[in-house]
Protein backbone atom coordinates (compact mmCIF):
# COMPACT_ATOMS: atom_id res chain seq x y z
CA UNK A 1 0.00 0.00 0.00
CA UNK A 2 1.51 3.43 -0.78
CA UNK A 3 2.43 4.97 1.85
CA UNK A 4 -0.05 7.37 3.25
CA UNK A 5 -0.26 10.62 6.12
CA UNK A 6 -2.99 12.09 7.72
CA UNK A 7 -2.92 15.75 7.91
CA UNK A 8 -5.83 19.01 8.89
CA UNK A 9 -5.61 22.31 7.08
CA UNK A 10 -4.68 25.13 9.26
CA UNK A 11 -5.37 28.52 9.04
CA UNK A 12 -1.39 29.23 8.47
CA UNK A 13 -1.85 26.87 5.10
CA UNK A 14 -3.83 29.54 3.81
CA UNK A 15 -4.06 32.47 1.84
CA UNK A 16 -6.68 35.58 1.94
CA UNK A 17 -8.88 33.61 -0.24
CA UNK A 18 -8.99 31.30 2.28
CA UNK A 19 -7.28 28.30 0.46
CA UNK A 20 -4.36 26.44 0.68
CA UNK A 21 -1.63 29.07 -0.53
CA UNK A 22 0.17 27.20 -3.40
CA UNK A 23 3.47 26.78 -2.01
CA UNK A 24 2.38 25.29 1.37
CA UNK A 25 1.31 22.17 -0.81
CA UNK A 26 4.80 21.39 -1.41
CA UNK A 27 5.65 22.12 2.19
CA UNK A 28 2.31 20.16 3.00
CA UNK A 29 4.13 16.94 1.14
CA UNK A 30 7.25 17.43 2.30
CA UNK A 31 6.35 16.55 6.03
CA UNK A 32 4.43 13.41 4.12
CA UNK A 33 7.91 12.35 2.97
CA UNK A 34 10.01 13.06 6.31
CA UNK A 35 7.13 10.54 8.35
CA UNK A 36 7.50 8.12 5.29
CA UNK A 37 11.19 8.22 6.32
CA UNK A 38 11.04 8.07 10.40
CA UNK A 39 8.27 5.20 9.54
CA UNK A 40 11.12 3.13 7.96
CA UNK A 41 13.41 3.63 10.85
CA UNK A 42 15.65 6.82 9.86
CA UNK A 43 16.59 8.81 11.86
CA UNK A 44 15.69 12.32 11.14
CA UNK A 45 17.86 14.40 13.36
CA UNK A 46 20.78 12.33 11.31
CA UNK A 47 19.33 12.54 8.38
CA UNK A 48 18.94 16.45 8.01
CA UNK A 49 21.53 18.02 11.09
CA UNK A 50 24.86 17.62 9.50
CA UNK A 51 24.40 14.61 7.40
CA UNK A 52 27.43 13.54 5.01
CA UNK A 53 25.24 13.06 2.28
CA UNK A 54 21.83 15.32 1.11
CA UNK A 55 18.88 15.04 -1.09
CA UNK A 56 18.14 18.37 -2.70
CA UNK A 57 15.15 18.80 -4.43
CA UNK A 58 16.18 19.54 -8.14
CA UNK A 59 12.44 19.67 -9.55
CA UNK A 60 9.02 19.99 -8.56
CA UNK A 61 5.56 20.51 -9.36
CA UNK A 62 1.90 20.35 -8.72
CA UNK A 63 -1.14 20.09 -10.20
CA UNK A 64 -4.28 21.97 -8.25
CA UNK A 65 -7.10 19.73 -9.12
CA UNK A 66 -9.95 21.69 -6.52
CA UNK A 67 -9.24 23.65 -3.79
CA UNK A 68 -8.50 23.08 -0.43
CA UNK A 69 -9.67 25.10 2.69
CA UNK A 70 -8.95 25.33 6.36
CA UNK A 71 -9.97 22.27 8.27
CA UNK A 72 -9.81 20.06 5.26
CA UNK A 73 -9.14 16.55 6.28
CA UNK A 74 -6.21 15.59 3.91
CA UNK A 75 -4.75 12.13 3.11
CA UNK A 76 -1.30 12.44 1.53
CA UNK A 77 -0.26 9.18 -0.43
CA UNK A 78 3.09 8.97 -1.85
CA UNK A 79 5.45 6.75 -3.67
CA UNK A 80 9.15 6.76 -3.96
CA UNK A 81 10.70 5.54 -6.64
CA UNK A 82 14.42 5.04 -7.71
CA UNK A 83 14.95 6.90 -11.08
CA UNK A 84 18.96 6.39 -11.38
CA UNK A 85 21.82 5.52 -9.04
CA UNK A 86 22.08 9.17 -7.80
CA UNK A 87 18.47 9.92 -7.90
CA UNK A 88 14.45 9.52 -6.93
CA UNK A 89 11.30 10.77 -7.58
CA UNK A 90 8.14 10.92 -4.90
CA UNK A 91 4.63 11.26 -6.79
CA UNK A 92 1.91 12.72 -4.38
CA UNK A 93 -1.43 12.25 -4.39
CA UNK A 94 -3.27 15.09 -1.74
CA UNK A 95 -7.41 13.94 -1.51
CA UNK A 96 -9.81 15.35 0.69
CA UNK A 97 -12.80 12.54 1.39
CA UNK A 98 -13.05 10.46 -1.66
CA UNK A 99 -11.71 13.46 -4.06
CA UNK A 100 -8.34 14.02 -5.92
CA UNK A 101 -7.45 17.77 -5.18
CA UNK A 102 -3.68 18.06 -5.95
CA UNK A 103 -1.01 15.83 -7.68
CA UNK A 104 3.14 16.97 -6.90
CA UNK A 105 6.11 15.68 -7.84
CA UNK A 106 9.45 16.04 -6.20
CA UNK A 107 12.64 14.60 -7.66
CA UNK A 108 15.88 14.77 -4.91
CA UNK A 109 19.47 14.38 -6.28
CA UNK A 110 22.25 12.67 -3.83
CA UNK A 111 25.27 14.86 -3.10
CA UNK A 112 28.24 14.83 -0.85
CA UNK A 113 27.06 17.02 1.12
CA UNK A 114 31.02 18.69 1.54
CA UNK A 115 32.05 18.31 -2.32
CA UNK A 116 28.32 19.12 -3.61
CA UNK A 117 28.83 16.33 -5.95
CA UNK A 118 26.54 13.33 -7.35
CA UNK A 119 27.12 10.06 -5.55
CA UNK A 120 25.39 6.89 -5.23
CA UNK A 121 21.78 6.23 -2.99
CA UNK A 122 22.99 4.98 0.57
CA UNK A 123 21.63 1.85 1.17
CA UNK A 124 18.85 3.28 3.68
CA UNK A 125 17.18 4.78 0.83
CA UNK A 126 17.37 2.28 -1.51
CA UNK A 127 16.06 0.38 1.27
CA UNK A 128 13.17 2.92 1.47
CA UNK A 129 12.71 3.21 -1.68
CA UNK A 130 12.64 -0.81 -2.40
CA UNK A 131 10.27 -1.44 0.37
CA UNK A 132 7.55 1.58 -0.68
CA UNK A 133 7.54 0.37 -4.18
CA UNK A 134 6.85 -3.27 -3.42
CA UNK A 135 4.10 -1.60 -1.09
CA UNK A 136 2.56 0.21 -3.53
CA UNK A 137 2.63 -2.89 -6.12
CA UNK A 138 1.46 -5.03 -3.66
CA UNK A 139 -1.65 -2.28 -3.15
CA UNK A 140 -2.32 -1.92 -6.79
CA UNK A 141 -2.46 -5.62 -7.36
CA UNK A 142 -4.70 -6.20 -5.01
CA UNK A 143 -6.94 -3.03 -5.94
CA UNK A 144 -6.77 -4.68 -9.86
CA UNK A 145 -8.26 -8.17 -8.24
CA UNK A 146 -10.85 -6.04 -7.28
CA UNK A 147 -12.43 -4.79 -10.03
CA UNK A 148 -12.96 -8.16 -11.58
Not at 32 to 52: G, H, M, Q, R
Not at 73 to 83: D, V
Not at 131 to 147: F, G, L, P, V, Y
Request: aromatic share 10%.
Amino acid sequence: MPFTYNRTVRFQDTDAAGVVYFANVLGICHEAYEESLEVSSINLKDFFTNPSVAFPIVHASVDFLRPMFGGDKLLISLIPQKIGVEKFEITYEITVGDVVVAKAITRHVCIDASSRSKQELPDEIVQWLETNRRDAEDAERRRSREIM
